[in-house]
């Protein structure tokens, strides 16, 4: 005889309600289900703005002992998905500002640390995204937790569209294992299936999943990723339906379908290379500027009007927050990733970025580009952009006036500047007042190695990472934003480099050895903890030869000894 006790744990880490299963008998190699019901008074809800966690803690109990127990995480909140206007989260109207993602990262592949998890996501969250979507395949448990925790909401995808046993137990095992993550806010039933779109047997195929995630999830609707045959019958199966691209057909879509709630599944497929501004197709480089995408998507500012200025629209989620490997688009070999990334594969911001958190965020942004080292092209008229969200940008160079601009709605700003040497910047007003400012120098040659690191202190569980910027700066302690540099690690104490990366997406340096080059002035290394509490130092310095020689820099991490996991 045993019996299931439960306990609810608020996210102040206080016991707010419990509940116990009546008690029953139950013979070897037999399964039961128990169930109780608890009730919670005034719930702290969870939302991207705060991502309130309980824990239900169950714990089997029989002849007076604990035999078994177990902690789920879950969250209290509503949502809901409306034809006229969008998507709803805990009755506010939300809409979704996504990218879609691949799981892996510059120096180690697909096997990140719990810990990159979390730092990817407050990459994304820092321009104002609150959503991503798995593409295309089922989550690690560590990346959902990540969202869990930082309140970004998810588009959860199967791998495959299919309901052959095996297509199906895929489905099941993503819902049964996820469906109690508050992040998760919709299904996805598959990507594009092309050959199944036009076909009666992908109406059936598709009926039946839906069916069986009803089944196992009936809080959540489900949708699919869709791209072409919008005529068919297949989209009219969908709780919701799911666009990828096609600006064109959207709104007569929506027109023959008023009653069904749309979603942008997969928009953008923007290309470009962090820090480089004119395409050089003989490097396998894409200009930064938004002015380039695939022959079937659109630029950044071309999908987020389209969708910023339909309410009926939910939101989308751009093709992609990072870049990836693998699919080595616009170019092949060299190429070893993407450019589609809003970010690179280091988690370094592309010039987009700052265009996604001018019209995504909640806060003054002012960014200006490109840089201002352009040697030997004095007098040569040199694009500078502006994205920002304030009301009017004076911009500068050496303090003379180039024009002032009204800022348009989900626009950038550009003036044409004839190239000298010197000092752009740009002043951004609200209100007739000047509220920011930022400035690109031309620098001088590079001079030293700056080390900086997202966390100088971490747990000593042989798991936890801190993630190192390097950067290059010139005499007057300025970065240098074109420095190439080849830069080698020492590391020494409680930890080890696990990997490195600077964001170029033709480089063919190894990911695991002690150095590496910047590109366009940036690189990262990626430090593992011990199990010994203790420090790790990193010593950052350029080799004899080939030079020129930078002055070297030190960082030290602390590793602090680990909590344990909470006992049940």
């Not at 879609?100 to 990459?123: E, I, K, S, T």
Request: charged fraction near 20%; proline fraction near 5%; include cysteine.
């Amino acid at each position: 005889t045993c019996r299931v006790h439960w306990q609810i744990v608020d996210p102040a880490g206080k016991t707010v309600a419990s509940a116990d299963s009546t008690a029953q008998q139950i013979a070897a190699d037999v399964s039961a289900t128990f169930t109780a019901v608890a009730k919670l008074a005034s719930p702290a809800l969870w939302s991207p703005e705060t991502a309130n966690l309980y824990s239900a803690m169950a714990t089997v109990e029989s002849g007076g002992n604990v035999r078994d127990a177990e902690r789920v995480m879950f969250g209290v909140r509503s949502i809901a998905w409306d034809a006229d206007n969008g998507f709803f989260l805990n009755g506010k109207s939300v809409k979704l500002k996504g990218t879609c993602n691949h799981q892996d990262h510059a120096g180690v592949g697909a096997a990140l640390p719990d810990r990159l998890q979390a730092y990817r996501m407050n990459v994304l969250k820092g321009m104002g995204s609150n959503a991503v979507r798995t593409s295309h395949n089922m989550p690690t448990p560590e990346w959902v937790v990540a969202c869990d925790r930082l309140g970004v909401m998810i588009m959860c995808e199967t791998r495959l569209m299919s309901s052959n046993a095996e297509g199906m137990a895929q489905l099941e095992t993503m819902i049964k294992r996820y469906r109690n993550s508050p992040s998760i806010i919709i299904w996805s039933m598959g990507n594009e299936e092309f050959t199944m779109l036009p076909q009666p047997p992908g109406v059936r195929v598709l009926d039946s999943m839906i069916a069986r995630s009803h089944e196992l999830d009936p809080t959540r609707l489900c949708t699919a990723a869709v791209n072409q045959s919008f005529e068919t019958h297949f989209p009219e199966q969908l709780d919701v339906m799911g666009f990828n691209y096609s600006l064109k057909v959207i709104d007569a879509w929506h027109a023959a379908h008023p009653k069904v709630p749309c979603v942008g599944s997969e928009t953008a497929s923007t290309l470009s290379t962090r820090g480089i501004y004119e395409t050089d197709k003989l490097r396998n480089w894409v200009s930064a500027y938004d002015v380039n995408h695939t022959r079937w998507s659109e630029l950044a500012e071309e999908w987020w009007k389209f969708y910023a200025t339909r309410e009926w629209l939910a939101g989308g989620f751009a093709w992609t927050g990072f870049d990836y490997r693998g699919e080595p688009t616009p170019y092949g070999w060299p190429s070893i990733n993407s450019e589609f990334g809003i970010v690179d594969m280091c988690g370094f911001p592309k010039d987009n970025y700052f265009y996604y958190k001018a019209w995504w965020g909640n806060e003054p942004v002012l960014h200006l580009f490109p840089h201002w080292n352009w040697e030997e092209r004095e007098g040569e008229i040199i694009s500078v952009w502006v994205h920002s969200n304030l009301d009017e940008v004076e911009l500068f160079l050496n303090g003379k006036t180039q024009g002032s601009q009204k800022v348009q709605p989900f626009t950038h700003l550009e003036w044409k500047v004839k190239y000298e040497p010197g000092v752009i910047e740009a002043r951004g007003s609200k209100n007739g007042q000047v509220v920011l400012t930022e400035k690109r120098e031309t620098t001088d040659k590079p001079e030293s190695i700056k080390l900086s690191a997202d966390r100088t202190t971490i747990d000593a569980d042989g798991q936890d990472i801190a993630i190192v910027r390097i950067e290059i700066l010139d005499k007057d302690g300025r970065h240098v934003p074109t420095a190439d540099n080849q830069i080698s690690f020492k590391v020494t104490g409680e930890g080890a480099l696990i990997g490195v990366g600077n964001g170029d997406p033709n480089c063919q340096e190894s990911d695991k050895e002690p150095k590496r080059s910047l590109f366009n002035g940036l690189a990262q290394l990626i430090l593992q903890a011990s199990r010994m509490p203790g420090t790790i130092t990193l010593e950052a310095y350029t080799e004899p030869w080939p030079g020129p020689h930078l002055t070297t820099a030190k960082l030290e991490i602390t590793t602090s000894k680990a909590q344990l996991r909470p006992a049940l």
